[in-house]
């Protein structure tokens, strides 16, 4: 499982765009509402903005343009008000725009292309060999745009002779994202992952009589008494692509004969919805083998928490491979069912019983 702050992290390390402090003072002179920090881009979330001593807040008190650095207040600061900002500022990029880079580069990466068991691969599924990769993808995204910016500068020729060759910054630019695209691709290639991957395919028997694949088990010793171990091949060579995500993708981990619980985040209140959560073989199948206990831990404007549980009686029993989702229903509209998660569960088989 990668994570949005590692990958954000990490590219700001390969860019050299790293944070820094910085300080602004400046004095109200009654009229102006607008202020340049003279450091740009800023970081939104760092900013403490005080004018005579009192914090303002933002939005009501200020806008922010971080890109250019540039502040908008509300209220015109009075004639001679002292006005002090302070936070983080950036060489090149905000976390906004990484933030896009990288988006950019997870759906290249992983483009048209799923796991052993059929799910589309995202952010929270790429393994962590491939987070580099996936860093460098996004570094020649942001590369790309710095070499845009520098195409629109000239040669300065001075009477003297002296020649300023601006136009160079652009030329090392494209030759730095030559380089990198040579780096990911030589670890694409090596590993099989990303733009440069070979897909590859295992040939399979069909059933004539059920028109599914026969099942591969993995190959065992002469006097290996285990149960076969069934493997899951990826199918991707079907001549279609990955069905569409719709809601957020999130598979379970059980250990059988183990109580089971987890908690999940929602950016809104959730008071008169009622949640419910199945285990089931498969979607749609008579088959119910489990029933999450569903509690509300805390329910506000911008952040709601729900807690999913099970006994361990109902993790004694349950397949190797099963499929659940979290699906909610309101209190005040009967048409209304929304499912928000949904995923597959894999159950670890356990050694000490009672």
């Known amino acids: 499982m990668a994570l949005l702050s590692d990958l954000i992290s990490r590219v700001r390390l390969e860019l050299g765009d790293q944070p820094s402090q910085f300080t602004f003072n400046g004095t109200g002179d009654g ?12 970081d939104p979330s760092t900013l403490q903005v005080v004018v005579n001593g009192t914090p303002i807040p933002t939005p ?62 995202t952010i929270n599924t790429i393994p962590p060999v491939e987070e580099y990769p996936v860093s460098i993808l996004a570094v020649i995204e942001a590369l790309w745009v710095l070499a845009t910016d520098s195409a629109f500068d000239i040669n300065i020729s001075a009477p003297d002779g002296v020649v300023i060759p601006r136009s160079q910054r652009y030329q090392q630019l494209t030759s730095i994202i030559q380089q990198r695209w040579e780096q990911y691709k030589a670890l694409c290639a090596q590993l099989n992952i990303g733009l440069w991957r070979i897909e590859m395919g295992t040939l399979r028997r ?47 981990v059980l250990y059988q004969g183990d109580s089971f619980t987890c908690e999940f985040d929602f950016p809104f209140d959730t008071t008169g919805l009622t949640f419910k959560a199945q285990i089931r073989t498969y979607p749609n199948s008579p088959s119910l083998y489990a029933t ?62 009672e």
């Open 60 to 121: 009501s008190g200020y806008t922010l343009e971080p890109d250019i650095g540039v502040i908008h207040f509300v209220v015109t600061p009075v004639l001679g008000a002292t006005i002090a900002v302070t936070g983080l500022k950036y060489r090149y990029f905000t976390d906004i725009d990484i933030t896009k880079f990288i988006s950019t580069a997870i759906t290249q990466h992983t483009y048209n292309r799923t796991d052993s068991y059929g799910s589309v691969v």
């Open 31 to 42: 009229v102006t509402t607008a202020f340049s920090l003279q450091a740009n881009p800023v």
């Open 292 to 353: 999450f206990t569903i509690t509300t831990l805390s329910t506000s404007s911008t952040l709601s928490k729900i807690k999913l549980s099970l006994p361990k009686g109902s993790t004694a029993y349950m397949p190797v491979r099963a499929f659940w989702d979290l699906q909610a229903t309101s209190a005040t509209d009967s048409n209304y069912e929304m499912t928000y998660i949904h995923g597959q569960v894999f159950t670890v088989q356990q050694v000490t019983v």
């Open 206 to 252: 069909v059933s004539r009589t059920t028109n599914k694949l026969v099942p591969v088990y993995m190959p065992q010793e002469i006097d290996d008494g285990r149960r076969p171990e069934r493997v899951y091949l990826q199918n991707d060579l079907t001549g279609r692509s990955p069905a569409p995500l719709y809601g957020q993708l999130y598979d379970i």
